[in-house]
């Protein structure tokens, strides 16, 4: 599944660029950079786990058919997390696990501006993806997976702070509700999930030239997730994670 994830995106940069290079859109924007974060995961008092994320990001957001904006994004980030939990038999397990984050998503957008102010409201459909290695911890691990499916409703306010254009600043402020959830743990699967999420970014652009700018973000993100279905007379329980950090990116 992660590798599949990676195709996909690899596929839809590769043609996005191939086109714009081709002239059939002429308008496009691309991002792309790194980003750190610190995430936390709790799992209805049963474990946590809390560690840095550090990966890399990018974007593509299509112009031309101003006031619509189209956008395609994603993101990779991972690192060890501290696992704090326990046997369902009883007793503590502790020790450090490899945690993956993979994420995707389509955005359209209509851009109301005037004065140096842009406010664009924007939905369209996100993907989620989460490797949990707890085979880490010896025995009795095993490899767990979430993805989540989700529809993000969000505006982003933005404000040129500069006579000259070069600085915007903004917010982009989100609410998102995840339809679909599943959950792999070893070789039982989850399915029935649901839940939302929220998330904040604020940022600061300078435009060094019409051609290449730079661009500073911090985010945070919340998501608090519902019971599963059972399988197999077991459940994935109800649990919620944040994540925060920034990001350092250029625009060209």
């Known amino acids: 599944m992660k590798n599949s994830c990676i195709i996909i ?26 980003e750190i974060g ?9 474990m946590r786990e ?19 904006y189209f956008q395609f994004y994603m993101s990779m980030v991972g690192g060890d997390v501290e696992y704090d939990g326990g046997y369902s038999s ?4 502790k020790g450090d696990t490899s945690n993956y984050i993979y994420n995707f998503r389509g955005i359209a957008g209509y851009m109301i501006g005037e004065d140096g102010v842009c406010i664009m409201p924007y939905s369209g459909i996100g993907y989620r ?35 000259s254009g070069q600085w915007t600043i903004g917010l982009k402020s989100e609410f998102d509700w995840m339809f679909h959830g599943e959950n792999k743990s070893g070789d039982i699967e989850f399915t029935g999930q649901d839940g939302w999420g929220i998330r904040f970014t604020p940022y ?3 435009d060094i030239n019409d051609k290449i700018g730079l661009k500073l973000e911090a985010f ?19 649990n919620a994670s944040n994540y925060y950090g920034g990001k350092f990116g250029v625009v060209f």
């Open 220 to 238: 945070g993100e919340y998501w608090k997730i519902n019971d599963s279905d059972l399988s197999e007379g077991y459940l994935e329980p109800e």
């Open 204 to 206: 600061i652009r300078y």
């Open 129 to 163: 993806y989460l490797n949990n290695d707890l085979n880490d911890l010896g025995a009795g691990g095993y490899e767990r997976e979430q993805v989540y499916l989700y529809m993000p409703l969000g505006i982003d306010i933005s404000a040129s702070i500069a006579s």
């Open 9 to 34: 995106a690899l596929v839809i940069f590769s043609l996005t660029g191939s086109f714009t290079f081709a002239g059939v859109i002429e308008d496009v924007e691309m991002e792309a950079g790194l």
């Open 38 to 46: 610190d995430f936390h995961y709790r799992e209805s008092h049963l």
């Open 90 to 93: 009883g007793g503590s397990l």
């Open 50 to 68: 809390d560690g840095v994320q550090g990966g890399v990001y990018g974007s593509i957001a299509i112009l031309a058919a101003h006031p619509w």
